[in-house]
């Protein structure tokens, strides 16, 4: 089972995109690649007041991900704790997995030829910290999440 | 490689955050918002840091213009043959028409201190800033009720109860610390009010919206006094001992009751009146914004003042929750840092934009930029020959570039520090480059506030361009000038020693936390005590302002109903998004590919009756005038409105992801230039109408071989 989740709370988030940038400037990632989303529906009128509320979307991280058999190299694996992640130096930039995924999650990245996902920002999980997104996360409306069983 | 921890304070806007920085030999690998302040909070601007030190579209080294102004032909050279060109230039100027003939500008903020030095340093009372296009009308208005600055209140956002946004899109505008807060104050159930002329990030947030006919803030604001006074649900012992002149107000704001002011604004009179009921029962932890970049209309200085006259009828002055006085390093009990401008002798001439003089009533700090267009065409009271612009894009800031330039041509020198071509350098003399907030050091400062601190700003790695600090720019100008002697020191190390010494503190004592913090506890005066702390003439609140009275002019302005839109037009407004600095940021490789261009907001019936759809290319245009940008359709914009971010449509062509991109819309506001407010010295830059029609450019057919 997957150990970790990340969670918007709508309400605090002000849609100031600062997720995404943080995101590509950990992973140094050029123009392209966007590797978490926020995005909103159309403003609605509620109770005399036009709204929308933010949603985010990143990696699913799915417990029977497509992306994994498809990888002909076994660079793109699954965690125990979850995390679906490309490992850089045995990806040859088929992008296989980037056809597999419904979601068009994994993506080219430009400056390396190679394959990049949201990988949670595992190295930085590893060392007890939070994903970058969650990190600076401007108004700490993103948190992640450790799941437990009940 | 070892990781490197650095102290500092971010510069993708003029909120300037608190920061750590961490890098990897002369990487930069890590960015976030100071822990101990922000917990980690950073915005996407802030990110995007490292893609500004990146990216090779911005000045690299120093440059001296080759062509004609404008003409983007440079010549690359060193610092030492740029700042001797300047200096020698300089010093001409100044052997020849005197040293007030020499201007002085920059973006404002808390190291104005260092430029406004060098300023009288070099024998000039010419310093300036963009405030007349943005906050001088909230400026002046505090200054008339309180005799205290904008900046001398901070708001305890998150502890009030009930916070009335006019126009002030807050959440977008971003400054983290301030937005915490007021996610914190509705977490905790606290309301909010939004009023604006469409939908903005704030008002989604709101629990109320009034969305009003443009440029009649005033009148909602006079309304909402009316029915304060009326449901007597204000703060009768404040006044009474701190307030002159309520009867007057009370008298003024007679005919302007709750259904006269729904009327001219266009909404419900019962939603005031139960709005009014709501703050009354609320207060005093209700706070009324005073606006921010409030150069919008031809009475918003009087919309400020009444916002502000709102805030002392809920007696939200020294209360949590409320506005409380921004406390200095004496209020703690501690020394304050040594200011540079102190030491140098205050210039004799008076100023050239007749500030201090001419208009008695305004703030001499930076005075009025606009106004020195005139003086620069006139030669009244005296030539202006050189203009120094730091960080700071007058083509960009004030409408009618074309106008600046005819302007500016009178000079003999033009010279831009920045780190990014603005457009005003794209026409200067000389680009000094500046390096980076990342790459730069800056002068240590006082962070006023009910916890008032010292900040600073430390490079976290060395420039990897070259380009110099402003500090170094201004020191070795000042010693090719002759007045090195008021920069103490021969480093920056020096000089944050010399600013620190009364303090007691040293430099140690930023290490720990990156800031020096000189209280524990919140400093509040004792709100039964606060006579002698309004520096109005009166040492009153005054409703009527001595000082406008004294200048000739009105305190409480009988209401005025705004220009209607001539037939076939719109009235533009503008304003920002949370990716952008406005002009600053367009060109970064991150944030350019989050917002890329600014599109024409317009009601749907309207541009239905255009025939304008979705996506659709629209001409925008004024006075033979024009531009071409995608409409974007919302019924969330008032109808006699059209919007558009400000900051687009630059034209340096080095800028190669901005150039062209989206429009301007300070360049449709042809003649606008000395369109200011009399009173509060803002622009009045909403008050241009433009045309709005589908452009031909938008595509039938294409052939294709």
């Known amino acids: 089972m997957n150990k970790y989740m990340l969670y918007l709370n709508s309400k605090r988030c002000i849609g100031c995109h600062g997720c995404e940038v943080h995101c590509k400037t950990n992973k140094r990632l050029p123009e392209g690649p966007l590797l978490c989303e926020i995005s909103h529906e159309p403003l609605k009128m509620v109770g005399g007041v036009p709204k929308t509320e933010f949603q985010f979307r990143s990696c699913y991280h799915c417990e029977e991900p497509y992306c994994v058999p498809v990888c002909p190299t076994g660079a793109m694996q699954k965690r125990a704790d979850g995390i679906v992640f490309v490992e850089q130096e045995k990806c040859i930039g088929c992008m296989a997995c980037v056809g597999a995924c419904p979601w068009g999650v994994p993506q080219h990245n430009p400056a390396t030829g190679k394959v990049v996902k949201c990988d949670y920002c595992l190295d930085r999980v590893d060392a007890g910290l939070k994903p970058a997104c969650v990190t600076r996360c401007t108004t700490h409306a993103?948190?992640?999440?450790?799941?437990?069983?009940? | 490689m070892t990781t490197r921890s650095v102290w500092s304070m971010c510069g993708m806007c003029t909120v300037r955050c608190p920061i750590r920085v961490e890098t990897e030999g002369d990487e930069v690998t890590w960015i976030e918002g100071n822990p101990h302040l922000l917990e980690g909070a950073l915005c996407a601007k802030g990110s995007a840091g490292m893609a500004l030190l990146k990216d090779e579209e911005r000045p690299l080294s120093p440059m001296i213009r080759k062509g004609g102004r404008g003409a983007g032909?440079?010549?690359?050279?060193?610092?030492?043959?740029?700042?001797?060109y300047?200096?020698?230039?300089?010093?001409?100027?100044?052997?020849?028409?005197?040293?007030?003939?020499?201007?002085?500008?920059?973006?404002?903020?808390p190291f104005m201190d260092l430029i406004k030095a060098f300023c009288h340093a070099v024998g000039s009372p010419n310093f300036s800033n963009h405030d007349s296009a943005c906050g001088r009308n909230v400026h002046h208005a505090s200054l008339s009720v309180y005799g205290l600055g904008r900046k001398d209140f901070v708001y305890d956002l998150k502890k009030c109860k009930h916070l009335i946004l006019f126009g002030r899109n807050i959440l977008a505008s971003l400054r983290p610390a301030e937005v915490n807060q007021v996610m914190d104050m509705l977490d905790a159930g606290g309301t909010?009010?939004?009023?604006?002329?469409?939908q903005t990030l704030t008002g989604i947030k709101a629990d109320r919206f009034f969305l009003v006919t443009p440029g009649t803030d005033y009148a909602l604001a006079l309304g909402m006094i009316h029915e304060v006074i009326k449901q007597g649900v204000y703060d009768q012992e404040f006044i009474d001992r701190y307030v002159a002149d309520f009867d007057k107000l009370v008298a003024f704001v007679e005919p302007y009751?709750?259904?006269?002011?729904?009327?001219?604004?266009g909404v419900k009179a019962d939603r005031?009146?139960?709005?009014?009921?709501?703050?009354?029962?609320?207060?005093?932890?209700?706070?009324?914004?005073?606006?921010?970049?409030?150069?919008?209309?031809?009475?918003?200085?009087y919309a400020s003042r009444a916002l502000h006259i709102l805030n002392v009828l809920m007696g939200n002055v020294e209360v949590e929750g409320g506005q409380i006085f921004a406390k200095g390093a004496g209020d703690c009990g501690v020394k304050g840092i040594r200011s540079l401008d102190a030491q140098v002798p205050k210039p004799t001439a008076k100023r050239a934009d007749g500030v201090g003089w001419k208009y008695q009533h305004f703030d001499k700090g930076p005075g009025l930029f606009h106004l020195f267009y005139d003086a620069m065409l006139t030669g009244e009271p005296y030539p202006l020959k050189a203009l120094i612009c730091m960080r700071h894009d007058p083509f960009t800031c004030f409408p009618d570039p074309q106008a600046q330039k005819e302007a500016l041509d009178k000079l003999d020198l033009l010279v831009s520090v920045d780190t990014h071509y603005s457009e005003f350098g794209w026409y200067s003399d000389v680009i000094l480059p500046e390096s980076t907030f990342l790459e730069r050091d800056s002068i240590i400062a006082t962070q006023k506030g009910p916890k008032p601190r010292f900040i600073k700003r430390n490079k976290a790695i060395a420039p990897m361009h070259d380009t110099k600090s402003l500090y170094e720019i201004i020191k070795q100008l000042a010693d090719r000038l002759g007045v090195g002697q008021y920069f103490p020191g021969s480093s920056i190390e020096e000089l944050w020693a010399w600013q620190l010494e009364p303090t007691g503190f040293s430099l140690k004592d930023f290490d720990a936390k990156g800031f020096i913090s000189l209280t524990d506890k919140p400093v509040m005066f004792d709100r039964n005590h606060l006579d002698g702390k309004f520096k109005t003439p009166s040492g009153k609140i005054e409703m009527v302002s001595g000082k406008l009275t004294e200048a000739g002019l009105e305190s409480l302005k009988p209401y005025e109903s705004p220009e209607k839109p001539p037939k076939g037009h719109f009235r533009l407004v503008f304003g920002r998004s949370p990716v952008h600095a406005h002009s600053h940021t367009v060109n970064n490789p991150l944030l350019y590919e989050l917002m890329p261009e600014n599109t024409l907001w317009i009601n749907k019936r309207q541009a239905a009756r255009l025939g304008v759809n979705d996506g659709d290319l629209v001409d925008v245009g004024v006075c033979g005038c024009s531009g071409t940008i995608k409409a974007h359709l919302t019924e969330f914009i008032h109808p006699e409105a059209v919007y558009m971010a400000h900051g687009f449509g630059r034209q340096v062509p080095l800028q190669s992801r901005a150039y062209h991109a989206g429009m301007a819309d300070q360049k449709l506001m042809k003649g606008m230039l000395q369109e200011m407010d009399p009173a509060g010295g803002g622009l009045n830059l909403c008050e241009c109408f433009v045309t709005v029609r589908r452009s031909a450019k938008n595509p039938k057919r294409m052939v294709e071989l």
């Open chain 2, 192 to 198: 909010m009010t939004y009023v604006d002329v469409r």
């Open chain 2, 73 to 84: 032909r440079w010549e690359r050279v060193s610092w030492y043959a740029a700042l001797d």
């Open chain 2, 86 to 109: 300047v200096a020698d230039k300089l010093n001409a100027i100044i052997k020849e028409h005197g040293p007030e003939s020499i201007m002085m500008s920059c973006r404002g903020g």
């Open chain 2, 257 to 265: 009751t709750a259904d006269w002011a729904a009327k001219e604004c």
């Open chain 1, 142 to 150: 993103l948190k992640f999440v450790t799941l437990t069983e009940l």
């Open chain 2, 272 to 301: 005031i009146k139960e709005f009014v009921t709501e703050i009354g029962s609320q207060r005093p932890k209700v706070v009324f914004h005073p606006g921010w970049m409030l150069s919008r209309y031809r009475d918003s200085f």
